[in-house]
T-cell receptor, first 117, second 113 residues
Framework: KAGVTQTPRYLIKTRGQQVTLSCSPI?????VSWYQQTPGQGLQFLFE???????NKGNFPGRFSGRQFSNSRSEMNVSTLELGDSALYLC????????????????FGPGTRLLVL | AQSVTQLDSHVSVSEGTPVLLRCNYS??????LFWYVQHPNKGLQLLLK??????LVKGINGFEAEFKKSETSFHLTKPSAHMSDAAEYFC???????????FGTGTRLTVIP
């Protein structure tokens, strides 16, 4: 079974531009989460999508947005890029969202490394 | 609120010696805890997870972790380090009733030949 795939793997943008990153979950997985990894802030949760709906959102400004398609593929968009947005963006998928005591293991993709100049 | 604290930012061991990576958690409820590993320029790989079925959890590549409620700890151990174990290790707690994960700051493991 193929793992989580993310495209592109590397990206260079300039301040003020916008960027769209893509994530394809493991086949059969319907929940997709996004995380940002930076040396200063570590790994932080961005948002989670399930059935094309955003279920949870982390503490990020509105410039960060996402969506999920009917085939569970997800995209995240960052508008008006800032230097501080340079990071590794990781996507993770699970069969369904964790609720209550139900534990759903999240499987991570290799990430998209974004550099903002 | 859930959180985890990794007590060491960097651990260095000799090949063939035991590994101990320490993690304390904070949670109002019975936590869902994980250990992930990240090799350079790679994504995160799940090592093991605590499911409350057993306090001693065995993971991949010979790693295991013990959940100790009295000490609020979930330390990761391995009897004998291998060169391929050199990586960044993250202790993680899942938000109650949701799927978002809270990561520790990571412990970089160096294995000396």
């Amino acid at each position: 079974k193929a793992g989580v795939t993310q495209t592109p793997r590397y990206l260079i943008k300039t301040r003020g531009q916008q960027v769209t990153l893509s994530c394809s979950p493991i086949s059969g997985h319907r929940s997709v989460s996004w995380y940002q990894q930076t040396p200063g802030q570590g790994l932080q949760f961005l948002f989670e999508y399930f059935s094309e709906t955003q279920r949870n959102k982390g503490n990020f400004p509105g410039r960060f947005s996402g969506r999920q398609f009917s085939n569970s593929r997800s995209e995240m968009n960052v508008s008006t890029l800032e230097l501080g947005d340079s990071a590794l963006y990781l996507c993770a998928s699970s069969r369904r969202p964790g609720t209550g005591n139900i534990q759903e293991t999240q499987y991570f993709g290799p990430g998209t490394r974004l550099l903002v100049l | 609120a859930q959180s985890v604290t990794q007590l060491d930012s960097h651990v260095s061991v000799s090949e063939g010696t035991p590994v101990l990576l320490r993690c304390n958690y904070s949670s109002s409820y019975s936590p869902s805890l994980f250990w992930y590993v990240q090799h350079p320029n790679k994504g995160l790989q799940l090592l093991l997870k605590y499911t409350s079925a057993a306090t001693l959890v065995k993971g991949i590549n010979g790693f295991e972790a013990e959940f100790k409620k009295s000490e609020t700890s979930f330390h990761l151990t391995k009897p004998s380090a291998h060169m391929s174990d050199a990586a960044e290790y993250f202790c993680v707690v899942r938000s109650t009733g949701a799927n978002n994960l809270f990561f520790g700051t990571g412990t970089r493991l160096t294995v000396i030949p």
